[in-house]
């Protein structure tokens, strides 16, 4: 059985920083992503990377200010979230265990329980 907890949520003003990470749990998998959900919406690709790290995909939006990485000893997911936005804002999931190259929310095969991103104009 797979588990994904993730931390490093939390309020922040624009244009701040915040690191989140994803511990996984259990069997190592290929490929890692995060999503997030603002209210009201639905859950979104943020980024993704495999355990290797030499693919990674970026939703437009986050190109340039947000970097995602791996710690293969430490089997923990990083979100590197720069120049931050009030359309940031949302609840970020971790996800695991995917084939397409940039997946869709029902692609995914495990997830966290997220961790809230609140950023203040």
């Known amino acids: 059985q797979v588990q994904l907890l993730e931390s490093g949520g939390g309020l922040v003003q624009a244009g701040g920083s915040l690191r989140l990470s994803c511990a996984a749990s259990?069997?190592?998998?290929?490929?890692y992503a995060w999503f997030r959900q603002a209210p009201g919406n639905e859950r979104e690709f943020v980024a993704r990377?495999?355990?290797?790290?030499?693919?990674?995909y970026y939703t437009d939006s986050v190109k340039g200010r947000f970097t995602i990485s791996n710690h293969n000893a430490k089997n923990t997911v990083y979100l590197q979230m720069n120049s931050l936005k009030p359309e940031d804002t949302a609840v970020y999931f971790c996800?695991?265990?995917?084939?397409?190259?940039?997946?869709?929310?029902?692609?995914?095969?495990?997830w966290g329980k997220g961790t809230l991103v609140t950023v203040s104009s």
């Open positions: 259990g069997r190592t998998l290929n490929n």
């Open positions: 996800g695991a265990d995917f084939s397409s190259a940039i997946p869709r929310a029902r692609d995914i095969n495990y």
């Open positions: 990377i495999n355990w290797s790290g030499a693919d990674i």
